[in-house]
């Protein structure tokens, strides 16, 4: 597969399992959400804790203020922190006032960003005349969200990689919720998806002979019935 993998979590322990031992990750993501379910209390004090042992991968950290200057000065802190800290930012804030001057104004400041929660083509539209097109940045397209609620987000994420501005922007697929995602993201030619640790240990099922696969699942079944001492 051609699609870069990037592993989406917060638990420092899994993600430097992650970082050394080679699986196939070359990035990572995290948001609030994920961070407080990991227990992370104090925020700057872990991106500092995780930048310096991932040191040479693009990380994601988001920012959680919900006006303009206060969004700015957080962007600008995390993206002090670390040369491969990517600031992550909502396209709205949380009274649906969209962030594309914001975007703009920290992208021509050379600021690398992650635009996150985009699930409309409108978005896209104007988030690719707000992104500087000579500063790396990644459109998060959130692609499993919008499965969830029964629309197919491939003819999106299509959309995004069809009327990209630059090279430098990378459209990622996220909220992966199954394994087939990931090649489904990589037959469209999606260039970055977010994938939580469980699923990427399920990647090594990939070409995996389906009737042994069959009977391993018809064992599993039986096995499990008779340890439990079931009786009909």
């Given at each position: 597969?051609?699609?870069?993998?990037?592993?989406d979590?917060?638990?420092?322990?899994?993600?430097?399992n992650?970082?050394?031992?080679?699986?196939?990750?070359?990035?990572?993501?995290?948001?609030?959400?994920?961070?407080?379910?990991?227990g992370?209390?104090?925020y700057?004090?872990?991106?500092?804790?995780v930048?310096?042992?991932?040191?040479?991968?693009?990380?994601?950290f988001?920012?959680?203020a919900?006006?303009y200057?206060?969004?700015?000065?957080?962007?600008?802190?995390?993206?002090?922190?670390a040369?491969?800290?990517?600031?992550?930012?909502?396209?709205?804030?949380?009274?649906?006032?969209?962030?594309?001057?914001?975007?703009?104004?920290?992208?021509?400041?050379g600021?690398?960003?992650?635009?996150?929660?985009?699930?409309t083509?409108?978005?896209?539209?104007?988030?690719n005349?707000?992104?500087?097109?000579?500063?790396?940045?990644?459109i998060?397209?959130?692609?499993?969200?919008?499965?969830?609620?029964?629309?197919?987000?491939v003819?999106?994420v299509?959309?995004?990689?069809?009327n990209?501005?630059?090279?430098?922007?990378?459209?990622l697929?996220?909220?992966?919720?199954?394994?087939?995602?990931?090649?489904?993201?990589?037959?469209?030619?999606?260039?970055?998806?977010?994938?939580?640790?469980?699923?990427?240990?399920?990647?090594?099922?990939?070409?995996?002979?389906?009737?042994?696969?069959?009977?391993?699942?018809?064992?599993?079944?039986?096995?499990?019935?008779?340890?439990?001492?079931?009786?009909?």
């Amino acid at each position: 597969m051609k699609i870069k993998i990037y592993a989406d979590g917060s638990k420092l322990e899994q993600i430097l399992n992650i970082y050394n031992n080679n699986k196939g990750v070359t990035g990572f993501t995290t948001n609030p959400s994920l961070m407080r379910k990991a227990g992370v209390v104090d925020y700057l004090p872990f991106v500092k804790e995780v930048t310096s042992k991932v040191t040479d991968l693009p990380i994601s950290f988001e920012i959680f203020a919900d006006e303009y200057e206060e969004m700015k000065e957080q962007i600008l802190k995390l993206s002090s922190i670390a040369s491969n800290i990517y600031v992550k930012v909502p396209i709205t804030n949380t009274k649906g006032e969209p962030t594309y001057k914001l975007c703009k104004e920290m992208s021509d400041l050379g600021i690398k960003l992650n635009v996150t929660a985009i699930f409309t083509q409108e978005q896209i539209d104007n988030l690719n005349q707000s992104l500087n097109p000579d500063v790396d940045a990644v459109i998060s397209i959130f692609a499993g969200r919008m499965a969830d609620t029964g629309v197919n987000p491939v003819p999106l994420v299509e959309y995004a990689i069809n009327n990209k501005k630059s090279d430098k922007h990378e459209i990622l697929w996220a909220s992966t919720r199954e394994v087939y995602s990931i090649y489904e993201a990589d037959r469209i030619g999606c260039d970055i998806i977010t994938v939580t640790p469980d699923l990427i240990d399920k990647l090594s099922l990939g070409g995996k002979d389906l009737n042994e696969y069959s009977l391993e699942t018809v064992l599993m079944f039986f096995n499990d019935a008779k340890n439990a001492g079931y009786t009909l």
